[in-house]
């Protein structure tokens, strides 16, 4: 009998230590990417978090550590500098808002390292740092316990539990009533300070489950931030691409998010109909970013500068339009600030003779290709392949760009002349491997796709929800907006419905409303029924 135990014990030692020993391995992981990327990698775990008051916990993050969590909370510095997904938050900003669900790769917060200060001013740094949690009123004894284990040189954060209309309208439906829950426990036991972290709404989460800047990923941030920003060869235009599920997505986000740590605005053109960031699903749109990207798509919402309905996630039945609407929002780019592209993720057969037009539309300064089997999935878009490559509707070499004619006798998208000149497109490619987990995989991303542009749908429609705290509103208990059916013109995208059941179309169907650049008059006072669908400025959604 005693045997048997001691066997069991042993084999418990053993599975503890593999428990450990991953942990270990994944830690030394992450802090490893932080080196690569040139940053200062985190000191082994360990967090000071002690609640401030009800619903917030202020969180001592000592020199060069690093927080990963899955939750959301609104996060303000109180001392020292942190950075979040690129962007770096100082004692002199405003809170901001901070999400991070279950369904995206979670968010880590780092301290920045700060210079030892004189030893005349350590008085004086201790005492700012007091009075800051003074100021907002962190309770005593929590100032007590944080100023015991302040150092000049680490930085004091305080996180607020964190409620929006959005995020109350998305948790009220079932399937997403988990949403900013981890997906599984973890292995490490639960603490008095994961205690208080949960209070606000976070948990503590594995460095794995965070961002790995890879080596090639942190050289062509360095790159583009110095291009951005110095501005030598007039202002850049970045363009990324890559197939499905290679960090297109993220790796935008914290170029956006690093490039406002010194520009005060960046443009961001959405050409990826399936995953857009800014608006929703079906869109192309051109928006001016002031504020950092803290969030996926559902939590950032915002009306942009220029969009148009292309109106279905996928462009293979109608690529002509698709062209014509990417230049039509192109337009409206001044080149004023730098430009970041993003495109979809269908990079085979097609899809690659497509994004070659696009190219070639946009003349980027920078594109960014990202990939993870070494191009198998895509060829390298040097500027020579570009240049020699025909797309679907552009030829290669010197050869001048085709005139097309539709089936209605009107002309196609083509390029304007000039275009088509001798010498190779002048850009710079930058080569990026993504190195976080399932980077690539078909069938591994952490949610499918649809259920992501549903959420989407859903954070533009919570933006209607009332600003105070309190019930959820279904959509039909909103007032909506009313117009005679003589000033509305009606037309189903992409695909033929017979006049007499035009209205059982649009009845409860996601209705992209536009302004059309020509009058239009109406014999009737029915609506007007469109035959062709035009290029024109989307102002919203409704159904």
Not at 342 to 353: A, C, D, H, P, S
Not at 426 to 453: D, T, W
Not at 502 to 514: D, E, F, K, Q, T
Request: hydrophobic share 40%; net charge neutral; charged share 20%.
């Amino acid at each position: 009998m005693s045997a048997r135990r001691s066997t069991q014990a042993r084999r418990a030692r053993r599975a503890a230590t593999r428990g450990r020993s991953r942990v270990e391995a994944a830690w030394r992981e992450f802090a490893a990417s932080f080196a690569r990327a040139g940053m200062v990698p985190p000191v082994e775990p360990g967090l000071a978090a002690v609640e401030a008051a009800e619903g917030s916990a202020v969180v001592l993050l000592a020199p060069r550590q690093a927080l990963t969590f899955t939750g959301k909370c609104r996060l303000r510095c109180l001392y020292g500098a942190v950075r979040l997904l690129g962007f770096a938050v100082g004692s002199h900003q405003p809170a901001l808002p901070v999400f991070s669900p279950a369904t995206h790769c979670s968010l880590t917060l780092e301290a920045l390292p700060a210079e030892r200060p004189p030893a005349a001013d350590l008085r004086q740094l201790r005492a700012a740092a007091r009075a800051a949690l003074r100021a907002h009123r962190v309770r005593r004894q929590a100032r007590v316990k944080v100023m015991a284990r302040f150092s000049p040189e680490c930085a004091v954060v305080l996180l607020e539990h964190l409620d929006t209309p959005v995020t109350r309208f998305l948790l009220s439906h079932p399937p997403l009533s988990r949403l900013f829950e981890p997906q599984k426990k973890e292995e490490s036991s639960f603490t008095s300070e994961d205690a208080v972290l949960a209070s606000v709404g976070i948990v503590k989460c594995s460095p794995e489950r965070g961002l790995l800047v890879s080596e090639s990923m942190g050289l062509a941030l360095e790159e583009l931030i110095q291009a951005c920003c110095e501005e030598d060869e007039g202002v850049p235009v970045v363009l990324v691409c890559g197939p499905k599920n290679t960090g297109k997505s993220t790796f935008n986000r914290y170029l956006i998010n690093l490039l406002l740590n010194r520009l005060p605005s960046v443009e961001y053109m959405e050409c990826d109909i399936g995953q857009t960031e800014f608006t929703p699903p079906g869109c192309v749109s051109l928006s001016s970013v002031t504020e950092p990207v803290l969030g996926p798509p559902f939590t950032h919402q915002q009306t942009p500068r220029k969009m148009v309905y292309y109106g279905q996630t996928s462009c293979e039945q109608d690529t002509e339009r698709y062209l014509d609407v990417v230049k039509y929002v192109f337009s409206s780019y001044k080149k004023e600030v730098p430009l970041v592209i993003n495109t979809m993720g269908w990079v085979k057969g097609e899809g690659l003779l497509l994004l070659i037009d696009t190219i070639r539309l946009l003349s980027p300064t920078h594109i960014v290709q990202m990939d993870v089997y070494d191009w198998k999935a895509m060829a390298p878009l040097t500027p020579e392949y570009v240049h020699l490559t025909p797309g679907l509707y552009t030829k290669g070499k010197q050869q001048a760009k085709c005139k097309q004619l539709g089936a209605d006798g009107g002309e196609s998208w083509k390029a304007s002349e000039g275009e088509g000149g001798a010498s190779a497109p002048e850009y710079k490619l930058l080569y990026v491997h993504p190195e976080f987990p399932r980077a690539g995989v078909a069938g591994e991303a952490r949610v499918h796709s649809g259920i992501l542009r549903d959420m989407s749908m859903l954070g533009y429609l919570g933006q209607l929800q009332a600003p105070d705290i309190g019930a959820v509103l279904p959509l039909h208990c909103l007032a909506p907006y009313q117009v005679p059916f003589s000033a509305v013109a009606l037309r189903v995208i992409h695909t033929d419905v017979a006049p007499t059941n035009i209205m059982y179309a649009v009845n409860a169907s996601w209705v992209g409303l536009c302004r059309i650049p020509d009058e239009i008059r109406c014999q009737s006072d029915g609506p007007v029924l469109l035959t062709q669908t035009p290029v024109c400025d989307c102002l919203g959604f409704g159904s």
